[in-house]
T-cell receptor, first 111, second 113 residues
Framework: GEDVEQSLFLSVREGDSSVINCTYT??????LYWYKQEPGAGLQLLTY?????DMKQDQRLTVLLNKKDKHLSLRIADTQTGDSAIYFCAEANFGNEKLTFGTGTRLTIIP | NAGVTQTPKFQVLKTGQSMTLQCAQD?????MSWYRQDPGMGLRLIHY???????DQGEVPNGYNVSRSTTEDFPLRLLSAAPSQTSVYFC????????????FGPGTRLTVL
C-alpha cells in the first residue's frame, strides 16, 4: 500500500535553514502537503504542491518535489524558535480517497 | 467561528468501558474524518464522512463506530475500549473532500487501562 516516510528528528540552530525530507511510494499522488503540529494542538496546513510542479515558494517556506525519486522537501529559511513543532508530510491518494500521513519530523531549534 | 471543537480533551477509561468522543464544526464543511496519532506512526484514518448520512471506513476502523446525522457533528464511539486504543484522537473537516485543506481539532488524549 501507500507509504510516506520521514526522519523522526531534526535539530537546527536558530537563524539557519531547516530542511525536512519526505519520501512517498504512490506514483499517482497528485497533491502533496506539509502540515505543522505545535505542542498540544491539532495539525495546520502549511503549504501544498501539485505533482506537476517542481517547486513552490511562500515567504520563508520552499517546497521542492522530485517526482522521479518520489521525494518531497520543506525548507524553512531563517529558522526561529516559533518554528519548533512536528512537521507532517501527506499525500492524497485518489485510489483510496484518503490522505496518507508520514510519521512526522520533530524540529528542535537550538538557541 | 470556533472551527473544529473536540470534547473531552483528556479521558481515562478501563478496559471494556464505552464512550463517545465528540466532534463539531461550524464551517458548514461536508467532509469530516477521525484520525488516531500514535508515536512513530503518524496519523491513521479511522472513519470518514462525505456528508450527513454518509460514512465510510478508513485504514483502522475496527473497534470504532461513527454516525453523521447532521453536517456539524461527527461523534466517534468506542464500544468496548481496549488498551490498544490508547492514543490521541483528532477530528478534521474540509469543505469538499480529502484533497481540500483539512482543519483539525485540538485532539482528545485517551488512555485505556
Amino acid at each position: 500500500g501507500e507509504d510516506v516516510e520521514q526522519s523522526l528528528f531534526l535539530s537546527v540552530r536558530e537563524g539557519d535553514s531547516s530542511v525536512i525530507n519526505c519520501t512517498y511510494t504512490d506514483s499517482s499522488s497528485t497533491y502533496l502537503y506539509w502540515y505543522k503540529q505545535e505542542p498540544g494542538a491539532g495539525l495546520q496546513l502549511l503549504t501544498y504542491i501539485f505533482s506537476n510542479m517542481d517547486m513552490k515558494q511562500d515567504q520563508r517556506l520552499t517546497v521542492l518535489l522530485n517526482k522521479k525519486d518520489k521525494h518531497l522537501s520543506l525548507r524553512i529559511a531563517d529558522t526561529q524558535t516559533g518554528d519548533s513543532a512536528i512537521y507532517f508530510c501527506a499525500e492524497a491518494n485518489f485510489g483510496n480517497e484518503k490522505l496518507t500521513f508520514g510519521t512526522g519530523t520533530r524540529l528542535t531549534i537550538i538557541p | 467561528n470556533a472551527g473544529v471543537t473536540q470534547t473531552p480533551k483528556f479521558q481515562v477509561l478501563k478496559t471494556g468501558q464505552s464512550m463517545t468522543l465528540q466532534c463539531a464544526q461550524d464551517m458548514n464543511h461536508e467532509y469530516m474524518s477521525w484520525y488516531r496519532q500514535d508515536p512513530g506512526m503518524g496519523l491513521r484514518l479511522i472513519h470518514y464522512s462525505v456528508g450527513a448520512g454518509i460514512t465510510d471506513q478508513g485504514e483502522v476502523p475496527n473497534g470504532y463506530n461513527v454516525s453523521r446525522s447532521t453536517t456539524e457533528d461527527f461523534p466517534l464511539r468506542l464500544l468496548s475500549a481496549a488498551p490498544s486504543q490508547t492514543s490521541v484522537y483528532f477530528c478534521a473537516s474540509s469543505p469538499g473532500s480529502f484533497t481540500d485543506t483539512q482543519y483539525f481539532g485540538p485532539g482528545t488524549r485517551l488512555t485505556v487501562l
